[in-house]
Protein backbone atom coordinates (compact mmCIF):
# COMPACT_ATOMS: atom_id res chain seq x y z
CA UNK A 1 0.00 0.00 0.00
CA UNK A 2 2.71 2.19 1.02
CA UNK A 3 6.35 1.96 -0.12
CA UNK A 4 8.92 4.85 0.63
CA UNK A 5 12.60 4.05 -0.76
CA UNK A 6 15.06 6.16 0.10
CA UNK A 7 13.67 9.48 1.04
CA UNK A 8 15.70 12.24 1.95
CA UNK A 9 14.75 16.17 3.32
CA UNK A 10 16.52 18.88 3.70
CA UNK A 11 15.96 22.80 4.58
CA UNK A 12 18.56 24.74 3.74
CA UNK A 13 21.54 22.87 5.07
CA UNK A 14 19.66 20.98 7.89
CA UNK A 15 18.95 17.21 6.67
CA UNK A 16 15.92 16.42 8.84
CA UNK A 17 15.20 13.00 7.03
CA UNK A 18 18.35 10.77 5.74
CA UNK A 19 17.46 7.82 3.73
CA UNK A 20 14.10 6.46 5.07
CA UNK A 21 12.92 3.07 3.72
CA UNK A 22 9.55 2.03 5.04
CA UNK A 23 6.64 -0.44 3.94
CA UNK A 24 3.37 -0.24 5.31
CA UNK A 25 1.43 -3.16 4.29
CA UNK A 26 -2.91 -2.53 3.07
CA UNK A 27 -5.39 -2.50 6.17
CA UNK A 28 -2.05 -1.97 8.42
CA UNK A 29 -1.58 1.18 11.06
CA UNK A 30 1.70 1.87 11.76
CA UNK A 31 2.53 4.42 14.96
CA UNK A 32 5.87 6.54 14.66
CA UNK A 33 7.24 7.88 17.88
CA UNK A 34 9.89 9.48 18.87
CA UNK A 35 11.68 12.89 20.36
CA UNK A 36 10.93 16.53 18.97
CA UNK A 37 13.12 16.68 15.82
CA UNK A 38 13.66 13.36 15.16
CA UNK A 39 11.41 13.94 11.53
CA UNK A 40 8.52 12.12 12.23
CA UNK A 41 6.26 14.91 11.40
CA UNK A 42 8.38 15.46 8.10
CA UNK A 43 7.83 12.50 7.03
CA UNK A 44 4.20 12.17 7.33
CA UNK A 45 4.21 15.28 5.70
CA UNK A 46 6.28 13.97 2.93
CA UNK A 47 3.82 11.72 2.70
CA UNK A 48 1.35 13.56 1.56
CA UNK A 49 3.79 16.03 -0.20
CA UNK A 50 3.00 18.73 2.16
CA UNK A 51 6.84 19.43 1.71
CA UNK A 52 8.38 18.04 -1.03
CA UNK A 53 11.57 15.57 0.19
CA UNK A 54 15.18 16.07 -1.62
CA UNK A 55 15.26 13.02 -3.25
CA UNK A 56 13.86 9.02 -2.88
CA UNK A 57 10.58 7.60 -4.04
CA UNK A 58 6.75 6.98 -2.48
CA UNK A 59 4.39 4.82 -3.61
CA UNK A 60 0.69 4.62 -2.63
CA UNK A 61 -1.85 2.40 -3.43
CA UNK A 62 0.04 1.85 -6.96
CA UNK A 63 1.22 5.61 -7.57
CA UNK A 64 4.60 6.85 -7.71
CA UNK A 65 5.78 9.88 -7.05
CA UNK A 66 10.12 10.09 -7.71
CA UNK A 67 11.51 13.06 -6.47
CA UNK A 68 14.80 12.56 -8.05
CA UNK A 69 13.99 15.10 -10.86
CA UNK A 70 11.19 17.38 -10.77
CA UNK A 71 7.34 16.00 -10.25
CA UNK A 72 4.44 18.03 -12.64
CA UNK A 73 2.31 20.32 -10.17
CA UNK A 74 -0.89 18.15 -11.58
CA UNK A 75 0.98 14.74 -10.34
CA UNK A 76 1.30 16.06 -7.06
CA UNK A 77 -2.21 17.20 -6.72
CA UNK A 78 -3.34 13.74 -8.00
CA UNK A 79 -0.92 11.93 -5.30
CA UNK A 80 -2.48 14.32 -2.90
CA UNK A 81 -5.81 13.34 -2.96
CA UNK A 82 -5.23 9.64 -2.09
CA UNK A 83 -4.38 10.65 1.77
CA UNK A 84 -6.17 12.02 4.26
CA UNK A 85 -4.00 14.03 6.87
CA UNK A 86 -5.70 15.16 10.37
CA UNK A 87 -3.26 17.57 12.19
CA UNK A 88 -2.91 18.42 15.59
CA UNK A 89 -4.45 22.02 14.95
CA UNK A 90 -8.10 21.22 13.63
CA UNK A 91 -8.06 23.64 11.14
CA UNK A 92 -12.19 23.99 10.24
CA UNK A 93 -13.34 26.74 8.71
CA UNK A 94 -15.05 28.79 11.64
CA UNK A 95 -17.94 30.34 9.28
CA UNK A 96 -19.01 26.54 8.19
CA UNK A 97 -21.18 24.36 10.78
CA UNK A 98 -19.65 20.68 11.03
CA UNK A 99 -21.62 19.49 7.64
CA UNK A 100 -20.68 22.08 5.65
CA UNK A 101 -16.72 21.48 6.83
CA UNK A 102 -17.30 18.15 5.84
CA UNK A 103 -18.84 18.72 2.76
CA UNK A 104 -16.47 21.29 1.45
CA UNK A 105 -13.93 18.72 0.18
CA UNK A 106 -16.09 16.56 -2.23
CA UNK A 107 -17.95 19.22 -3.87
CA UNK A 108 -15.41 22.04 -4.60
CA UNK A 109 -12.06 19.43 -5.22
CA UNK A 110 -13.74 16.37 -6.76
CA UNK A 111 -16.89 18.24 -7.36
CA UNK A 112 -19.29 15.85 -6.08
CA UNK A 113 -23.02 16.90 -6.24
CA UNK A 114 -24.02 18.39 -3.23
CA UNK A 115 -27.15 16.61 -2.09
CA UNK A 116 -25.04 13.84 -1.96
CA UNK A 117 -22.07 15.23 -0.75
CA UNK A 118 -24.49 16.15 1.93
CA UNK A 119 -25.58 12.81 2.86
CA UNK A 120 -22.09 11.17 3.11
CA UNK A 121 -20.84 14.35 5.30
CA UNK A 122 -24.14 13.22 7.40
CA UNK A 123 -23.33 9.67 7.97
CA UNK A 124 -19.55 10.40 8.44
CA UNK A 125 -20.08 12.89 11.46
CA UNK A 126 -22.72 9.93 12.38
CA UNK A 127 -19.50 7.62 12.50
CA UNK A 128 -17.43 9.61 14.85
CA UNK A 129 -20.16 10.06 17.23
CA UNK A 130 -21.47 13.69 15.98
CA UNK A 131 -24.49 12.54 14.59
CA UNK A 132 -26.55 15.24 16.66
CA UNK A 133 -23.75 18.43 15.79
CA UNK A 134 -24.68 18.69 12.13
CA UNK A 135 -25.36 22.43 12.72
CA UNK A 136 -23.32 23.44 15.05
CA UNK A 137 -20.12 26.00 14.30
CA UNK A 138 -16.58 25.16 15.42
CA UNK A 139 -16.84 27.66 18.04
CA UNK A 140 -19.76 25.34 19.95
CA UNK A 141 -17.95 22.50 19.33
CA UNK A 142 -15.56 20.60 22.51
CA UNK A 143 -11.74 20.16 21.54
CA UNK A 144 -12.61 16.57 20.93
CA UNK A 145 -15.62 17.35 18.92
CA UNK A 146 -13.83 19.69 16.55
CA UNK A 147 -10.56 17.00 15.67
CA UNK A 148 -13.40 14.07 15.14
CA UNK A 149 -14.90 16.97 12.28
CA UNK A 150 -11.19 17.29 11.14
CA UNK A 151 -11.13 13.32 10.91
CA UNK A 152 -14.62 12.82 9.00
CA UNK A 153 -13.63 15.72 6.59
CA UNK A 154 -10.61 14.10 5.60
CA UNK A 155 -12.35 10.58 5.55
CA UNK A 156 -15.05 12.50 2.89
CA UNK A 157 -12.78 12.44 0.43
CA UNK A 158 -11.98 8.74 0.29
CA UNK A 159 -8.81 8.27 0.83
CA UNK A 160 -6.64 5.50 0.84
CA UNK A 161 -4.88 6.15 3.74
CA UNK A 162 -4.99 8.67 6.51
CA UNK A 163 -2.36 10.36 8.31
CA UNK A 164 -2.30 11.25 11.82
CA UNK A 165 -0.14 14.65 12.97
CA UNK A 166 -0.23 13.75 16.79
CA UNK A 167 -4.06 14.45 16.40
CA UNK A 168 -4.70 14.36 20.65
CA UNK A 169 -1.68 16.67 21.21
CA UNK A 170 -3.92 19.94 21.61
CA UNK A 171 -6.60 18.52 23.88
CA UNK A 172 -7.48 18.57 27.37
CA UNK A 173 -6.62 14.89 28.85
CA UNK A 174 -9.76 14.07 29.16
CA UNK A 175 -11.10 14.35 25.87
CA UNK A 176 -8.02 12.60 24.09
CA UNK A 177 -9.97 8.92 24.97
CA UNK A 178 -13.05 10.36 22.20
CA UNK A 179 -10.20 10.72 19.37
CA UNK A 180 -8.49 7.85 19.97
CA UNK A 181 -12.08 5.77 19.75
CA UNK A 182 -12.40 6.76 16.63
CA UNK A 183 -9.29 6.16 15.35
CA UNK A 184 -8.95 3.12 16.75
CA UNK A 185 -12.57 1.77 15.19
CA UNK A 186 -10.73 2.99 11.55
CA UNK A 187 -8.10 1.14 12.38
CA UNK A 188 -10.60 -2.32 12.97
CA UNK A 189 -12.45 -1.43 9.99
CA UNK A 190 -9.48 -1.82 8.13
CA UNK A 191 -8.04 1.31 7.34
CA UNK A 192 -3.99 1.95 6.25
CA UNK A 193 -3.26 4.49 9.31
CA UNK A 194 0.55 6.24 9.79
CA UNK A 195 -0.20 8.03 13.26
CA UNK A 196 2.37 10.02 14.94
CA UNK A 197 1.83 9.88 18.38
CA UNK A 198 2.76 9.92 21.85
CA UNK A 199 0.11 8.27 23.06
CA UNK A 200 1.51 4.89 23.88
CA UNK A 201 -1.53 2.84 24.96
CA UNK A 202 -2.80 3.43 21.58
CA UNK A 203 0.51 2.32 19.93
CA UNK A 204 0.02 -0.80 22.20
CA UNK A 205 -3.38 -1.53 21.47
CA UNK A 206 -4.02 -0.62 17.77
CA UNK A 207 -0.41 -0.42 16.06
CA UNK A 208 0.53 -3.23 14.08
CA UNK A 209 3.69 -1.86 14.00
CA UNK A 210 5.76 1.02 16.31
CA UNK A 211 8.09 2.34 14.73
CA UNK A 212 10.94 4.67 16.71
CA UNK A 213 12.57 7.44 14.96
CA UNK A 214 15.91 9.64 16.02
CA UNK A 215 17.76 12.26 14.20
CA UNK A 216 16.50 11.40 10.87
CA UNK A 217 16.67 7.84 10.55
CA UNK A 218 14.27 4.84 11.85
CA UNK A 219 16.39 3.54 14.99
CA UNK A 220 14.04 0.87 15.19
CA UNK A 221 10.75 -0.90 14.30
CA UNK A 222 8.72 -3.81 15.59
CA UNK A 223 5.21 -5.29 16.69
CA UNK A 224 4.03 -3.16 19.77
CA UNK A 225 4.78 -6.54 22.22
CA UNK A 226 8.21 -6.88 21.72
CA UNK A 227 8.79 -2.92 21.25
CA UNK A 228 8.00 -1.80 24.37
CA UNK A 229 8.64 -5.24 26.44
CA UNK A 230 11.92 -5.84 24.91
CA UNK A 231 13.62 -2.95 22.72
CA UNK A 232 16.75 -3.89 21.23
CA UNK A 233 18.50 -0.72 20.50
CA UNK A 234 19.60 1.66 23.36
CA UNK A 235 18.20 4.82 22.42
CA UNK A 236 14.89 3.35 22.10
CA UNK A 237 15.55 2.05 26.30
CA UNK A 238 16.28 5.44 26.35
CA UNK A 239 13.70 7.21 24.92
CA UNK A 240 11.18 4.83 26.50
CA UNK A 241 12.40 5.27 29.87
CA UNK A 242 11.83 8.89 29.37
CA UNK A 243 8.25 9.10 28.79
CA UNK A 244 7.78 6.24 31.25
CA UNK A 245 5.33 4.61 29.05
CA UNK A 246 2.13 3.44 30.85
Same mark, same amino acid.
Do not use: W
Given at each position: MISIKGLFKQFGELEVLKGIDLEVGKGKVVVVIGPSGSGKTTLLRCLNVLETPTKGSISIAGQ?? #?FSGGVPKKNIASFRRLTGMVFQSYNL? &???TALGNVMEGPVTVKG?? $?EQARQKAAMLLQKVGLGDKLDYYPHQLSGGQQQRVGIARALAMEPEVMLFDEPTSALDPELVGEVLKVMKDLANEGMTMVVVTHEMRFAREAANEVIFMDKG =? =?? @? $? #?? &? @?????? &????RTRQFLNLIRPE
Amino acid at each position: MISIKGLFKQFGELEVLKGIDLEVGKGKVVVVIGPSGSGKTTLLRCLNVLETPTKGSISIAGQTL #DFSGGVPKKNIASFRRLTGMVFQSYNLF &PHMTALGNVMEGPVTVKGEN $REQARQKAAMLLQKVGLGDKLDYYPHQLSGGQQQRVGIARALAMEPEVMLFDEPTSALDPELVGEVLKVMKDLANEGMTMVVVTHEMRFAREAANEVIFMDKG =V =VV @E $R #DH &P @ENFFTN &PKHERTRQFLNLIRPE
